[in-house]
């Protein structure tokens, strides 16, 4: 159709009694074989993503579903696919910031726990520990489970103003 025309770069004549081989478009082999073992074992292959080449060489991800039905006693292949080459990039981005930042992360934690210096995560709303490092339990003594939920004033770690001006 006309959606395939536009898609691929092809013009009717180009692709009109040709298979997808003689034109191409399989960008692995491999993937027009997975459609044709199951066309072949149950006539019907849905959801296979594949690259597809374009007439001009550019690959382009595209979502087919395909099924067998006869046509005037002649078996034929029906396929839709939809261009998912957005997708596929946006997919892939995310999983490169994932990785970065699962980087970030372990560079930040190693920082974190191998500083010589107390530091310490708390609320700025209420002053509850999320985190403390190692320097700081070492320092108070305190295990991470004793400190973290709970407030530097619940641990007996700071004395307000007026108890010390006593």
Known sequence: ND????????????VIGRTSTEVNIW?????????????R????????EAQFRRKNGDLI?????ASVFQLEGVACI???TRDISEAKAASQHLAESRKALQSSE?????????????????SLSDG?????????????GFERE??????????GFSTSAVERSR
């Open 128 to 140: 509850r520990f999320f985190d403390v490092n190692k320097a700081f339990l070492d320092l108070t």
């Open 78 to 80: 029906l396929s839709v």
């Open 106 to 122: 372990q560079q930040y934690r190693a920082v974190f726990d191998t500083s010589l210096d107390c530091i310490t995560i708390s």
């Open 27 to 39: 960008a692995d082999p491999l993937d027009r074989q997975k459609l044709i073992d199951a066309l």
């Open 3 to 14: 959606s395939f025309l536009k898609g691929t770069g092809f013009a009717r004549e180009e």
């Open 61 to 65: 991800w595209g979502m087919m579903s």
């Open 146 to 155: 004793d400190i973290i939920g709970r407030t530097s004033q619940e641990l």
């Open 41 to 48: 074992k149950e006539s019907t292959c849905p959801n296979l």
